[in-house]
């Protein structure tokens, strides 16, 4: 029997690349370049659109944690990603181009993988798993929508510009990681009071590019909110957030500094840079005239604008369960940020997770549902928990997993709850998995 996978981006690589090991047939759909999202820039495979950031790198961190738990798992993307990392301080980074090049040239080697470049416009027959990603054509997203009975909910995904590492100055701009930790990877570019305020009010009235009809009663997702919107919500919201200079002090000055916007590596040569923090749906005039406003990036070349595009992702507590299969149709599967899983790490996680579960469906054995004491279980009970009033996309995060037994005085102390956490977890899937 054969798979259909919908979507080759990182949820849909993942799983195709988990039934081919399980010697499964696969039959993997990718519409791109017959036709582009919008927000892609290849035709490759598990391309990373927005950040270059898989989040957290160790298991002091939930993300870290999820990786860690894939690791145990057999997850294929994140030995792949840590093959191609790039300096990030305490973050996975990786060279999206060297990334997303490994997982193409796999899965096309790959003799149980069809690669199909056309759009799925209809849910296929047989065995099948969606990960057609948040930028859902929408052909495909009204037969998901005639499926699931259920209207689909929408946010906004915000990109942040890319820069050249050349054209910064570093006369103005440091090196260094927040509080000294890991290597000095971020590039820093300082401010003081009159300079943010000068940037601040650039940023409150620069124009933003027009919404389109459809769109204007879409919902932002808050952990990636563009930096205008976090701006409108007061003068000193971005201090205490993307530009919080706590722990990043040019050693050359000693000064305690009023903002600090931080680059980020986004390639292994280290020629290319992107703002931390900085999504945005300015247009693009604007965004020269703002970023050419902090010390340092006075003559920057920018080499990718911010844009901003509409995510669709379905109402999962009413569509799936657990085991990321849905409810109304045994051999149909999601996976990826469509389920409400918001992350590259809860993509790739996902798409491991429903590429496993598919192949024990095929070979009749029960399915795949891990408890919340994991990570990926907390996150797939999350999503699959019909109790939700209102349903939005998630993080891993320590708060959706199953509360640890601590005494009143341990429970202010957040890294022991983590690393207990943390232990729990890794004990049972080394014991069960």
């Known amino acids: 029997m054969e798979v259909n996978v919908i979507g080759a981006g990182l949820a849909g690589s993942e799983a195709a690349l988990q039934l081919s090991k399980r010697g499964i047939k696969v039959n993997l759909y990718e519409m791109r370049p017959e036709k582009s999202t919008g927000a892609h820039k290849t035709d490759k495979f598990a391309e990373f659109v927005c950040s270059n950031s898989l989040g957290a790198a160790d298991c002091s961190n939930a993300s870290g944690l999820l990786k860690k738990e894939m690791e145990l798992l057999g997850g294929e993307l994140i030995k792949i990603a840590r093959a191609h990392s790039v300096p990030a301080g305490s973050a996975l980074a990786i060279d999206r181009e060297g990334f997303s090049q490994a997982v193409t040239q796999k899965i096309e080697t790959d003799a149980n993988i069809s690669v199909v470049k056309k759009e799925i416009t209809k849910i296929p027959d047989g065995c099948t798993i969606i990960a057609s990603g948040p930028l859902t054509s929408e052909a495909l997203a009204d037969s998901i929508k005639e499926f699931t009975k259920n209207e689909h909910l929408h946010f906004f ?61 879409a919902k932002f997702f808050e952990s990636c909110l563009p930096i205008e919107v976090l701006a409108s919500r007061g003068v000193d919201t971005l201090r205490f957030g993307p530009m919080k200079p706590v722990g990043l002090i040019d050693k050359r000055t000693g000064i305690d500094n009023y903002a600090v916007v931080q680059l980020r590596q986004d390639n292994s040569a280290k020629t ?19 970023l050419q406003s902090i010390p340092g990036l006075e003559n920057v070349n920018i080499v990718r604008y911010g844009v901003m595009h509409r995510n669709t992702f379905i109402n999962s507590p009413k569509v799936l369960n657990a085991a990321l299969q849905t409810k109304n149709r045994e051999d149909l599967f999601f996976a990826g940020q469509i389920t409400g899983t918001e992350g590259y790490t809860e993509s790739i996680a996902t798409g491991m997770l429903a590429g496993i579960n598919a192949a024990r469906f095929i070979n009749g054995n029960e399915l795949l549902v891990l408890p919340k004491i994991t990570m990926l279980g907390a996150l797939t009970q999350y999503i699959s928990d ?34 207990l956490i943390v232990k729990r977890s890794l004990d049972y899937l080394s014991s069960c998995c």
């Open 272 to 290: 290319l840079f992107n703002l931390v923090g900085f999504q945005t749906n300015l247009k693009w005039g604007s965004q020269k005239e703002l």
């Open 386 to 419: 019909e109790n939700h009033e209102k349903f939005q996309p998630i993080n891993s995060n320590w708060g959706i997993t199953e509360p640890v037994v601590l005494s009143k005085k341990e429970r202010k102390n957040k890294k022991l709850k983590a690393e």
């Open 157 to 217: 995904d915000a990109i942040a510009p890319i820069v050249e590492k050349d054209s910064i100055d570093f006369d103005k701009a440091f090196w260094a990681s927040r509080y000294d930790k890991g290597e000095a990877s971020y590039i820093n570019c300082p401010m003081n009071k009159d300079e943010y305020e000068n940037f601040y009010n650039i940023l409150i009235n620069a124009p933003r590019i027009e919404l389109k009809e459809f769109e204007k009663d």
